[in-house]
C-alpha cells in the first residue's frame, strides 16, 4: 500500500476507534449493540473496497441491520455481486481488520488480504449500503462511508430498505446489459418485477380472503405497502399490523416472525381470530411466517418447514405436467436444504411423502444456500422462516426450451418461468416468498388449514440460556452436537434416552450472546421436560448468568 494510501486510512481509523472487544463475523455478519459498531463498520468499508477490486470493480453490497435482534443492537454483512452472501475465506479478513489493535496492525491486515489475494489497488471499487429503520443506522452508515472513502472506492447509499432488497439491487447492477440481466437496482425495480410476475399468475384467478401481515414495525411495513399498491389491492389484499417504524422501541418487541416461532404464539396485542389468515415478517423482511387460529381457537403455525414442503411439493407438480427434463432428457433434480431446528416430522414428509432427497447444513442461510445450488431446483428453509427457492441456469433453459404440447404442459411451464421470476434468487426474501406462498395456494384456494394438514409438527421448544462465554460451546455435525464444553453431549445424550421421538441440541446463537436450546418428544410435555432439564444443566454446569430458564 502506498505510504499515503497508508496515512489516509490511518488518519481516518483514528475517528472510529476501536473498543476493547473480540469481534466475530457470525452467522449473519458481525451484529451486537449498536454502540460498540462504529469501528468495526468503517473497517467492513475498507474490507468492501478490497472485495470490489478482487472482483475486478464489480459492486459490493453492505446492509446495515440486526434482522430479529432487539432495537438497541445492530450488525453489518456483506454481500457478493451476485447478491451471495460474502465468501467464508473474507470473513476472516472482516475479523483480522476488526480486531486489528493499532493503527499498523490495521495497515499490516490490510496488506496481507492484498497479498493473499493478489490485489491491485489501482482497481476501481464499487459498494452499496442499505440499512433497516433501526435509530443507530444513519451514524453507522457515515461510518462505512469513510471507510470506503479511505481507500478511494465509490459508494452509492439506498437509504433505507428491506435486506433482500439490497441483496436484489445487487444483482441487478451487475449483471445490467448482461444476458443474466436481473432487474432494475432500484427499489421501484424490485416491485415491479415482482408484482408483473405475481400479476401473470394471479389475474384472473379468485382472490383469497386478506392477508394480516405483522411487519414488526420495521422496514417490512412501508416496504410491503409499496408492492401491495403496485400489485393492486383487487389482486392481493393485505391487511398490514404493526406498522410503527417511528415510535423507539417497537421493532421487533413482542412481534415478528422470531417472536412467533420461538414463543409459539400470535403476536401481543392481535387479535386472532378463526378463519383469518396471518403472518409475519422480521425486522428487515428476509423471514416469514405463517399462522391461524383453528376452530377451537388454537394458535397453528406454519413456519420455513411449511413454507418449504409447500413449495417443494407444488414445484415438484408443475415440473410433472410440464414433462420439463434436461435437454438430454435425464430428470431435473429437485432437492431440500434444511437445518438442526427442522422439525423431524418435516424431513420425515419430505423424503417419505414428497420423495425428495434432503441435505442438512449448519445454522445460517450461507450454508443453506451454498448446499442448494447443488440441485437443479433447490429449496432451501430455515424452520424460523428464512429461506428461498433456486433455479439453476439448467433448470430455467429447460422450462424455456419448449413451448409444451399440451395446454396443460404449456400453463405448467409458463408457472415454472414465473416463479423463477417471482421468488427471490438471491437470499430468502419476505416479501418474495409471500407471494410464492400466496400463489401456491391461490392455485388450489387453498385454506392455511388445509396446507398445514399435509403433516403434523411434532411438539418442538426453543430456549435461550444466558451463559459468561458462548465461545466454550463449540457446535459439529451440522449443529445436532457438541464437541465441547467436554462432557456436555453425554448429558445430553442420556436425557434424550429418556423421552420417546427425543432429540435435542445445543449450540452458541451467531447472532445474539446466548446459546440455544432446541428440544423435540413425543408430547408437549415431554418436550418441555427435555427442554427445560438441558437448560438447566448447561446454565448449572457451564457458566449460566442472569435468570435460570424455567416452565
Ligand atoms: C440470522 C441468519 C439465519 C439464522 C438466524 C439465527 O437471521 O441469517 O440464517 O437462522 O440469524 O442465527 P443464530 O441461531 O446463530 O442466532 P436474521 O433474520 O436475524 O438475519
Same mark, same amino acid.
Given at each position: 500500500?502506498?505510504?499515503?494510501?497508508?496515512?489516509?486510512?490511518?488518519?481516518?481509523?483514528?475517528?472510529?476507534?476501536?473498543?476493547?472487544?473480540?469481534?466475530?463475523?457470525?452467522?449473519?455478519?458481525?451484529?451486537?449493540?449498536?454502540?460498540?459498531?462504529?469501528?468495526?463498520?468503517?473497517? &467492513?468499508?475498507?474490507? !468492501?473496497?478490497?472485495?470490489?477490486?478482487?472482483?475486478?470493480?464489480?459492486?459490493?453490497?453492505?446492509?446495515?441491520?440486526?434482522?430479529?435482534?432487539?432495537?438497541?443492537?445492530?450488525?453489518?454483512?456483506?454481500?457478493?455481486?451476485?447478491?451471495?452472501?460474502?465468501?467464508?475465506?473474507?470473513?476472516?479478513?472482516?475479523?483480522?481488520?476488526?480486531?486489528?489493535?493499532?493503527?499498523?496492525?490495521?495497515?499490516?491486515?490490510?496488506?496481507?488480504?492484498?497479498?493473499?489475494?493478489?490485489?491491485?489497488?489501482?482497481?476501481?471499487?464499487?459498494?452499496? &449500503?442499505?440499512?433497516?429503520?433501526?435509530?443507530?443506522?444513519?451514524?453507522?452508515?457515515?461510518?462505512?462511508?469513510?471507510?470506503?472513502?479511505?481507500?478511494?472506492?465509490?459508494?452509492?447509499?439506498?437509504?433505507?430498505?428491506?435486506?433482500?432488497?439490497?441483496?436484489?439491487?445487487?444483482?441487478? $447492477?451487475?449483471?445490467?446489459?448482461?444476458?443474466?440481466?436481473?432487474?432494475?437496482?432500484?427499489?421501484?425495480?424490485?416491485?415491479?418485477?415482482? !408484482?408483473?410476475?405475481?400479476?401473470?399468475?394471479?389475474?384472473?384467478?379468485?382472490?383469497?380472503?386478506?392477508?394480516?401481515?405483522?411487519?414488526?414495525?420495521?422496514?417490512?411495513?412501508?416496504?410491503?405497502?409499496?408492492?401491495?399498491?403496485? $400489485?393492486?389491492?383487487?389482486?392481493?389484499?393485505?391487511?398490514?399490523?404493526?406498522?410503527? $417504524?417511528?415510535?423507539?422501541?417497537?421493532?421487533?418487541?413482542? *412481534? /415478528?416472525?422470531?417472536?412467533?416461532?420461538?414463543?409459539?404464539?400470535?403476536?401481543?396485542?392481535?387479535?386472532?381470530?378463526?378463519?383469518?389468515?396471518?403472518?409475519?415478517?422480521? /425486522?428487515?423482511?428476509?423471514?416469514?411466517?405463517?399462522?391461524?387460529?383453528?376452530?377451537?381457537?388454537?394458535?397453528?403455525?406454519?413456519?420455513?418447514?411449511?413454507?418449504?414442503?409447500?413449495?417443494?411439493?407444488?414445484?415438484?407438480?408443475?415440473?410433472? =405436467?410440464?414433462?420439463?427434463?434436461?435437454?438430454?432428457?435425464?430428470?431435473?433434480?429437485?432437492?431440500?436444504?434444511?437445518?438442526?431446528?427442522?422439525?423431524?416430522?418435516?424431513?420425515?414428509?419430505?423424503?417419505?411423502?414428497?420423495?425428495?432427497?434432503?441435505?442438512?447444513?449448519?445454522?445460517?442461510?450461507?450454508?443453506?444456500?451454498?448446499?442448494?445450488?447443488?440441485?437443479?431446483?433447490?429449496?432451501?428453509?430455515?424452520?424460523?422462516?428464512?429461506?428461498?427457492?433456486?433455479?439453476?441456469?439448467? +433448470? &430455467?433453459?429447460?422450462? =424455456?426450451?419448449?413451448?409444451?404440447?399440451? =395446454?396443460?404442459?404449456?400453463?405448467?411451464?409458463?408457472?415454472?418461468?414465473?416463479?423463477?421470476?417471482? $421468488?427471490?434468487?438471491?437470499?430468502?426474501? +419476505?416479501?418474495?416468498?409471500?407471494?410464492?406462498?400466496?400463489?401456491?395456494?391461490?392455485?388450489?384456494?387453498?385454506?392455511?388449514?388445509?396446507?398445514? +394438514?399435509?403433516?403434523?409438527?411434532?411438539?418442538?421448544?426453543?430456549?435461550?440460556?444466558?451463559?459468561?462465554?458462548?465461545?466454550?460451546?463449540?457446535?459439529?455435525?451440522?449443529?445436532?452436537?457438541?464437541?465441547?464444553?467436554?462432557?456436555?453431549?453425554?448429558?445430553?445424550?442420556?436425557?434424550?434416552?429418556?423421552?420417546?421421538?427425543?432429540? *435435542?441440541?445445543?449450540?452458541?446463537?451467531?447472532?445474539?450472546?446466548?446459546?440455544?436450546?432446541?428440544?423435540? +418428544?413425543?408430547?408437549?410435555?415431554?418436550? =418441555?421436560?427435555?427442554?427445560?432439564?438441558? *437448560?438447566?444443566?448447561?446454565?448449572?454446569?457451564?457458566?449460566?448468568?442472569?435468570?435460570?430458564?424455567?416452565?
Amino acid at each position: 500500500m502506498s505510504a499515503n494510501t497508508f496515512a489516509l486510512v490511518v488518519e481516518s481509523s483514528a475517528k472510529h476507534p476501536r473498543p476493547d472487544q473480540q469481534f466475530t463475523y457470525g452467522t449473519a455478519g458481525f451484529r451486537m449493540k449498536a454502540d460498540l459498531l462504529d469501528s468495526v463498520i468503517f473497517r &467492513v468499508g475498507l474490507l !468492501a473496497v478490497l472485495r470490489s477490486k478482487s472482483h475486478r470493480g464489480k459492486t459490493v453490497g453492505v446492509m446495515i441491520t440486526a434482522s430479529h435482534n432487539p432495537e438497541h443492537d445492530n450488525g453489518v454483512k456483506l454481500v457478493e455481486p451476485l447478491g451471495e452472501m460474502l465468501a467464508q475465506a473474507w470473513e476472516t479478513y472482516a475479523m483480522d481488520l476488526a480486531n486489528a489493535a493499532t493503527p499498523d496492525a490495521l495497515v499490516a491486515a490490510l496488506n496481507k488480504i492484498i497479498a493473499a489475494e493478489n490485489i491491485d489497488l489501482a482497481q476501481h471499487a464499487a459498494v452499496v &449500503v442499505a440499512r433497516d429503520t433501526r435509530p443507530s443506522g444513519p451514524a453507522l452508515v457515515a461510518s462505512l462511508v469513510d471507510g470506503v472513502k479511505a481507500l478511494a472506492g465509490v459508494i452509492t447509499d439506498f437509504g433505507v430498505m428491506t435486506t433482500p432488497q439490497l441483496h436484489y439491487v445487487t444483482r441487478c $447492477i451487475n449483471t445490467k446489459g448482461t444476458p443474466d440481466a436481473y432487474g432494475e437496482p432500484t427499489a421501484a425495480g424490485y416491485y415491479k418485477k415482482l !408484482a408483473d410476475a405475481y400479476l401473470k399468475i394471479a389475474k384472473g384467478r379468485k382472490p383469497l380472503s386478506a392477508l394480516h401481515v405483522d411487519a414488526a414495525n420495521g422496514v417490512g411495513a412501508p416496504a410491503l405497502r409499496e408492492l401491495a399498491a403496485t $400489485i393492486g389491492d383487487q389482486h392481493l389484499g393485505v391487511v398490514i399490523a404493526n406498522d410503527d $417504524i417511528a415510535t423507539r422501541g417497537k421493532l421487533n418487541h413482542n *412481534c /415478528g416472525a422470531d417472536f412467533v416461532k420461538i414463543s409459539q404464539k400470535a403476536p401481543e396485542g392481535i387479535d386472532l381470530k378463526p378463519g383469518q389468515r396471518w403472518c409475519s415478517l422480521d /425486522g428487515d423482511a428476509d423471514r416469514i411466517v405463517f399462522y391461524y387460529a383453528d376452530a377451537s381457537g388454537k394458535f397453528k403455525l406454519l413456519d420455513g418447514d411449511k413454507i418449504a414442503t409447500l413449495a417443494a411439493g407444488y414445484i415438484m407438480s408443475l415440473i410433472r =405436467e410440464a414433462k420439463a427434463t434436461h435437454a438430454d432428457g435425464t430428470p431435473l433434480k429437485v432437492g431440500l436444504v434444511q437445518t438442526a431446528y427442522a422439525n423431524g416430522s418435516s424431513t420425515a414428509y419430505v423424503r417419505d411423502t414428497l420423495k425428495v432427497p434432503v441435505v442438512f447444513t449448519p445454522t445460517g442461510v450461507k450454508h443453506l444456500h451454498h448446499e442448494a445450488e447443488h440441485f437443479d431446483v433447490g429449496v432451501y428453509f430455515e424452520a424460523n422462516g428464512h429461506g428461498t427457492v433456486l433455479f439453476s441456469k439448467a +433448470a &430455467v433453459k429447460a422450462f =424455456e426450451a419448449t413451448a409444451g404440447k399440451s =395446454e396443460s404442459e404449456r400453463a405448467a411451464l409458463e408457472a415454472l418461468r414465473t416463479l423463477s421470476d417471482l $421468488i427471490n434468487q438471491t437470499v430468502g426474501d +419476505a416479501l418474495s416468498d409471500m407471494l410464492m406462498v400466496e400463489v401456491v395456494l391461490l392455485g388450489t384456494q387453498q385454506t392455511l388449514e388445509a396446507w398445514d +394438514a399435509g403433516y403434523t409438527d411434532l411438539p418442538s421448544r426453543q430456549e435461550k440460556v444466558k451463559v459468561q462465554n458462548r465461545a466454550l460451546f463449540v457446535p459439529i455435525k451440522a449443529d445436532t452436537e457438541l464437541a465441547e464444553p467436554a462432557g456436555l453431549q453425554d448429558k445430553i445424550n442420556e436425557q434424550v434416552a429418556k423421552f420417546r421421538k427425543g432429540r *435435542c441440541f445445543v449450540r452458541p446463537s451467531g447472532t445474539e450472546d446466548i446459546v440455544r436450546v432446541y428440544a423435540e +418428544a413425543e408430547t408437549v410435555q415431554e418436550t =418441555e421436560d427435555l427442554a427445560y432439564t438441558v *437448560c438447566g444443566i448447561v446454565f448449572d454446569g457451564y457458566g449460566g448468568v442472569g435468570e435460570r430458564p424455567a416452565k
